[in-house]
C-alpha cells in the first residue's frame, strides 16, 4: 500500500513499519468500548459547550505487562533471590510499551479522524497518547455526547458515561480518559476543630522544655496527650525518637496534593517551631514540583478559600512528615489541570483525571522518593473498572522501580450513611462501599488508630470519622494476602454476606495514629482527624527505615505488601479493638492478627 509522508514520520516516530503486509486492517463499525452509571453523588446539568477543549488521554494496551508483574513480585518477595533488585525506569518502559500493531491501528484511526502527528504527545513508553481537541471533535471520535455533571458539594465534571470505539480498536486500547469516570479524589480528612473551641489555654498541652530537648528515656506517658497528637508523641510512640537520619538526600520522601492545595510554608514553620522547632528551617526549603498548573499559593488565603478549608489537607501532611523525618528532605507533587472551557459561569475548571496526571509525570521522572505519601481517594465504584485497573497497572510500574506508595483508607469507615450505601449498577442494591485506589494490590492502604495505651481503631463521634476499610469490587485478593484474609472472613461467621465481595483484594494492610491531629493552619491551630493524618505518618516512619538500609548499602522497602504480609508484620503493633462502622452496621471488627479496620496495626522502628 502506499504511504503518505505524514504516516511515514509517524512509522519512524514509534518505531513501527508499515508495509504492504501491514496488519492495519480497513475501518470497522463503531461498538460501545465502555459504560459507566452516573454516581448517586452526581446530576447532569447541561451539555457540554462544543468549542470547549479536553485533554484526552488514551491507554493503549500495554504488550508485557504480565512480565512486568511478575517482576515486581520477585524483587519484593523477602524470600526470593531477586529481593530489592529493582527495575529501572528503561527497563519498565520496555515492559509496557505497547506492540507494533497496536500502535499502529490507533494512530491510523487517530489521522483518519483529522488528528495530526504534531497534535499527540507520548508517555516515555508510548502507552499512553495525550491530545487536546475540541469537544465536539471528541464527541465524533468516540461516538458519543459530553455534558456537566454537578457534585452535591458543588463542583462539576464534563463526562461523557458511555463512549464507543471502531470494534477493531477494542482489544488494543484499555481506557480512554476523560470520558466516564466520576473519580473526585477528595482529601480524607473529617473535621477540623479550632483549639479554641475546645476550651485549652495550651496548644496541645505539651511541655516546652519537651518538645526543645526530649530524653531519650521519654515514656509515651509524658509525650502524648489523647487530645492533641503531636510529633514529640508520634516519635515516642512509634519508637523514632531516638533515630538520626544517616543519609538524607539519598533517602528521600514525597506527598501528593490535588484540587488546588499546597502546603503553606509559613504555617508549617509555625508548626515546627512549636512542636520540632530544630526543624523550622525546613518550612522554606523543602521542594515544590508543579505539575499541569498545580496550585503553589503562598499569600493568605481570601475570604472563599479559608471557608473551603484550602491547604489544611497540605498542611497537615507536611507538617507530619517533617514533623517526623527531619533532616530527610520532601517532594511536595502539586498536581493541577489546565482549564478545559473558556471560563463562565456554567463550566468547570478541571476535567482531567488526578492520578493520570500525576502517574504519567513521576513515572517519566528519573529520580524519585523512595516513599510517596497520598491522602486522597473516592468511592470505588464512582470510577469504571477499565480505568481502575489501568492506573492499578501504573502503579506497579512505580512499585517495580523500588518506590513505596501509601494510600489513605478512608473516614466513613464501611462506606458512610446508609442512604449511600447502594449499588451504582441501577439496581440500587444495599452494598458496602469500598474505596479507590486502596482495592488496588500495588498499593499499601494506612487505616487509623486513637489512644495510646493501648491504641483501639479510630472513630470520633463528634464527627462521623471512622477508620476505612473494606474488599474491593474490581480487583481479586492477590496472593500475598492468602495466608491471612480467608480466615479473617471465616471468623466473621457470615456476617455481612452479600454485602461485600469475600474474594476482594481485602485493606488496610497497616495503621497509624489518625485522630486530633495538632495542625497548624491559617496562622493558628486546629485539629484534624482523618486517614489523611494516619498516611503521612506511617510514610514517614517508612521512610525512616529505608534511611536506615540505604546506609547499610541495602535496597529501599519499595512495593511493601509482599514483605508485610510474608514477613514485615511482625514490627507492627497488633491492633485487636475497635470496628470500621457504616452503611447502618457496625462494621468490621479489629481483633487479633490482620483485620479490615487497622490491617496489620502500627509501625514500631526498632522491629
Not at 294 to 318: M, R, S, V
Not at 550 to 575: H, V
Request: overall charge negative; aromatic content about 10%; some cysteine.
Amino acid at each position: 500500500m502506499l504511504v503518505s509522508a505524514s504516516r511515514l514520520l509517524l512509522t519512524l516516530f514509534v518505531g513501527s513499519v508499515l508495509v504492504s503486509s501491514s496488519p492495519v486492517r480497513s475501518r470497522s463499525s463503531y461498538a460501545v468500548k465502555d459504560s459507566h452509571n452516573v454516581p448517586k453523588k452526581w446530576s447532569r446539568v447541561a451539555e457540554a459547550p462544543l468549542d470547549g477543549t479536553i485533554h484526552l488521554e488514551i491507554a493503549l494496551k500495554q504488550s508485557q505487562f504480565d512480565q512486568l508483574e511478575r517482576h515486581l513480585y520477585e524483587v519484593s518477595d523477602p524470600d526470593h533471590q531477586r529481593y530489592g533488585n529493582h527495575l529501572s525506569t528503561e527497563e519498565v518502559d520496555e515492559l509496557v510499551k505497547p506492540s507494533d500493531v497496536s500502535s499502529n491501528l490507533v494512530h491510523e484511526w487517530l489521522f483518519d479522524n483529522g488528528i495530526e502527528q504534531d497534535q499527540l504527545n507520548y508517555s516515555p513508553a508510548k502507552d499512553w497518547i495525550r491530545v487536546s481537541l475540541p469537544v465536539g471533535h471528541v464527541e465524533t471520535l468516540l461516538d458519543t455526547k459530553y455534558s456537566i455533571y454537578r457534585h452535591v458539594d458543588g463542583t462539576h465534571l464534563v463526562r461523557a458515561p458511555i463512549w464507543s470505539l471502531p470494534a477493531h480498536l477494542h482489544k488494543h486500547i484499555d481506557t480512554i480518559q476523560p470520558t466516564n469516570s466520576f473519580f473526585k479524589g477528595a482529601p480524607r480528612k473529617s473535621n477540623v476543630m479550632p483549639v479554641a473551641d475546645l476550651g485549652e489555654s495550651s496548644p496541645a498541652n505539651v511541655r516546652a522544655d519537651l518538645v526543645a530537648s526530649p530524653p531519650p528515656d521519654l515514656s509515651v506517658a509524658q509525650a502524648c496527650n489523647v487530645s492533641a497528637v503531636t510529633p514529640l508523641c508520634l516519635r515516642t510512640l512509634y519508637g523514632t525518637l531516638n533515630y538520626k537520619p544517616q543519609v538524607p538526600g539519598k533517602n528521600k520522601v514525597g506527598l501528593t496534593n490535588y484540587l488546588m492545595e499546597t502546603n503553606n510554608r509559613s504555617d508549617v514553620f509555625l508548626f515546627l517551631q512549636k512542636y520540632r522547632p530544630e526543624a523550622a528551617q525546613e518550612a522554606y526549603q523543602f521542594k515544590f514540583e508543579i505539575i499541569a498548573n498545580g496550585d503553589n499559593q503562598q499569600t493568605p488565603d481570601n475570604a472563599t478559600q479559608l471557608a473551603a478549608g484550602k491547604d489544611l489537607e497540605g498542611n497537615l501532611d507536611a507538617e507530619t512528615i517533617i514533623g517526623i523525618d527531619y533532616p530527610t528532605p520532601l517532594i511536595a507533587f502539586n498536581t493541577g489541570g489546565s482549564p478545559p472551557f473558556k471560563p463562565d459561569a456554567n463550566t468547570p475548571t478541571d476535567t482531567n483525571e488526578p492520578y493520570l496526571v500525576w502517574v504519567q509525570y513521576v513515572l517519566a521522572q528519573k529520580n524519585l522518593p523512595q516513599v510517596i505519601s497520598t491522602s486522597y481517594g473516592d468511592d470505588e465504584q464512582t470510577v469504571p473498572e477499565s480505568y481502575a485497573r489501568r492506573v492499578c497497572n501504573q502503579f506497579a510500574q512505580l512499585g517495580a522501580r523500588g518506590i513505596s506508595l501509601l494510600f489513605a483508607s478512608g473516614d466513613s469507615g464501611v462506606g458512610g450513611d446508609p442512604e449511600v450505601c447502594i449499588t451504582n449498577d441501577g439496581k440500587n442494591t444495599s452494598t458496602f462501599l469500598p474505596s479507590f485506589p486502596d482495592g488496588c494490590p500495588f498499593v499499601t492502604s494506612v487505616g487509623a488508630t486513637k489512644n495510646f495505651n493501648p491504641e483501639v481503631a479510630a472513630f470520633d463521634a463528634r464527627n462521623g470519622f471512622v477508620s476505612g476499610g473494606g474488599f474491593s469490587n474490581y480487583f481479586p485478593r492477590p496472593a500475598y494476602q492468602d495466608d491471612v484474609i480467608p480466615a479473617y472472613v471465616k471468623s466473621l461467621g457470615g456476617a455481612y454476606k452479600g454485602l461485600y465481595n469475600r474474594n476482594g483484594r481485602a485493606y488496610p494492610d497497616i495503621a497509624a495514629q489518625g485522630q486530633l491531629y495538632q495542625t497548624v493552619w491559617n496562622g493558628r491551630d486546629v485539629r484534624l482527624d482523618g486517614t489523611s493524618a494516619s498516611t503521612p505518618c506511617a510514610s514517614a516512619i517508612l521512610s525512616l527505615v529505608n534511611d536506615a538500609l540505604l546506609a547499610e548499602g541495602k535496597s529501599p522497602l519499595g512495593f511493601l505488601n509482599p514483605w508485610l504480609y510474608k514477613k514485615g508484620y511482625k514490627a507492627f503493633t497488633d491492633i485487636t479493638s475497635g470496628n470500621s462502622m457504616g452503611c447502618g452496621t457496625d462494621g468490621f471488627p479489629a481483633q487479633t492478627g490482620w483485620d479490615a479496620v487497622t490491617g496489620f496495626g502500627t509501625p514500631f522502628f526498632p522491629k
